[in-house]
Antibody
Framework: EVQLLESGGGLVQPGGSLRLSCAAS????????MNWVRQAPGKGLEWVSG????????YNADSVKGRFTISRDNSKNTLYLQMNSLRDEDTAIYYCAKGLESYRNSGYDKSPFDYWGQGTLVTVSS | EIVLTQSPATLSLSPGERATLSCRASQSVSNYLAWYQQKPGQAPRLLIY???NRATGIPARFSGSGSGTDFTLTISSLEPEDFAVYYC?????????FGGGTKVEIK
């Protein structure tokens, strides 16, 4: 059974930093692209960052470029999101999401998301 | 950035009725469009990918169609558990984007 478990959320002041983690199990982690998607309170979904199975290719939304860094440790089956220079508008539930297709499919970096974690809440406020 | 516009914002229907949700892209996404369902307090769930392929375990009453810029999610006969918010999502170009959502509520 695929499981994704996020952690690391909490309250942080504007300008502060936070690192989110997503522990994965139930599938061959290194074979799949992984992503972070967020949802501000009462709002819709916003894709934040993604990376390939190897971690060599990363992608970011313009809203977080230069501030957030996505990474993974395939030896620990864990995905990370390092968030720096946090702003009020970064307040959201952050979900990690697994790509549907494995590396055997060309273009798998952009797979739709077939499994999601339960989310971790990040609140940026003074 | 590809903008996805969903309509209507809210759909008020009764159980047993047919629901038709629309998603329009600002430029062609080929067939690289997915649909997700989200219930309050839960993570989204993948329903349809690549415009018309049902994800594992999704009932046959959910179907997707379209290509290019215009897409439709159809729920043939609404069950009580189908009342939720639905999002479309394109994976044609970076950055990946989502539509604003359609809420299907009980009439």
């Amino acid at each position: 059974e695929v499981q994704l478990l996020e952690s690391g959320g909490g309250l942080v002041q504007p300008g502060g930093s936070l690192r989110l983690s997503c522990a994965a199990s139930g599938f061959t982690f290194q074979d799949y692209a992984m992503n972070w998607v967020r949802q501000a309170p009462g709002k819709g979904l916003e894709w934040v960052s993604g990376l390939s199975g190897s971690g060599r290719r990363t992608y970011n939304a313009d809203s977080v470029k230069g501030r957030f860094t996505i990474s993974r440790d395939n030896s620990k089956n864990t995905l990370y999101l390092q968030m720096n220079s946090l702003r009020d508008e970064d307040t959201a539930i952050y979900y990690c999401a697994k790509g549907l297709e494995s590396y055997r499919n060309s273009g798998y970096d952009k797979s739709p998301f077939d499994y999601w974690g339960q989310g971790t809440l990040v609140t940026v406020s003074s | 950035e590809i903008v996805l516009t969903q309509s209507p914002a809210t759909l008020s229907l009764s159980p047993g009725e047919r629901a038709t949700l629309s998603c329009r892209a600002s430029q062609s996404v080929s067939n690289y469009l997915a649909w997700y369902q989200q219930k309050p307090g839960q993570a989204p769930r993948l329903l349809i990918y690549d415009a018309s392929n049902r994800a594992t375990g999704i009932p046959a009453r959910f179907s997707g169609s379209g290509s290019g810029t215009d897409f439709t999610l159809t729920i043939s006969s609404l069950e009580p558990e189908d009342f939720a918010v639905y999002y479309c999502h394109q994976r044609s170009n970076w950055p990946l984007t989502f539509g604003g959502g359609t809420k299907v509520e009980i009439k």
